[in-house]
């Protein structure tokens, strides 16, 4: 016995994928500027504390200009 049928081949379906790219830049209360204290406008007693308190003030001025960085690339991926 001899069995023959007529078949057509399914359809092939095609995937498609698209990527989005999307910017997501910090939010702005992070890149606000930190206050920069001041040092004592009176003489201080302790050597150590004042080279402490340079030494903070000369971080918040580095953290500050990370944050001045940060904040002229944000203007420039907005535009």
Do not use: F
């Not at 989005?20 to 004592?40: A, H, M, N, S, W």
């Amino acid at each position: 016995m001899l069995l023959s049928a007529c078949s057509a081949h399914p359809p092939i379906e095609k995937v498609i994928v698209q990527t989005k790219y999307e910017k997501i830049l910090p939010p702005r209360e992070y890149i606000q500027p930190t206050v920069d204290p001041k040092p004592p406008s009176i003489p201080a007693v302790n050597d150590a504390l004042v080279y402490y308190g340079l030494d903070l003030q000369a971080a918040l001025q580095r953290c500050n200009a990370d944050k001045r960085s940060l904040r002229q690339w944000q203007a420039t991926q907005a535009k």
